[in-house]
Nanobody, 120 residues
Framework: QVLLVESGGGLVQPGGSLRLSCAASGSTVIFNGMGWYRQAPGKERELVALISVDGSVNSGNSLKGRFTISRDNAKNTVSLQMNSLKPDDTAVYYC??????????????WGQGTQVTVSS
């Protein structure tokens, strides 16, 4: 059973930085994609960024040069470096990982979420 464990959330002042990390355990599979979504109170969950196994990135509008996603395929980890944080970035950030197995079966996993609060 795949388990995704996030770390690195917390409280930061506007303009500050945080680094989120997510480690996958319980499987040796190489995920086709790993990344981050976020959900603010009263809003739908939205894509922050996904990175594929070959390093290509699919990012939401929130990135705009402020966030950088990276992954280590050997360690099955994905990280999100967040700079110039704004109060609008306040949300629960969820790690996501997925892969396709035989016959294109889709396997999708989520972390428990980590709170990021941007406030003075």
């Amino acid at each position: 059973q795949v388990l995704l464990v996030e770390s690195g959330g917390g409280l930061v002042q506007p303009g500050g930085s945080l680094r989120l990390s997510c480690a996958a355990s319980g499987s040796t599979v190489i995920f086709n994609g790993m990344g981050w979504y976020r959900q603010a109170p009263g809003k739908e969950r939205e894509l922050v960024a996904l990175i594929s196994v070959d390093g290509s990135v699919n990012s939401g509008n929130s990135l705009k040069g402020r966030f950088t996603i990276s992954r280590d395929n050997a360690k099955n980890t994905v990280s999100l470096q967040m700079n110039s944080l704004k109060p609008d970035d306040t949300a629960v950030y969820y790690c996501n990982a997925y892969y396709y197995s035989d016959y294109a079966a889709f396997h999708d996993y989520w972390g428990q979420g980590t709170q990021v609060t941007v406030s003075s």
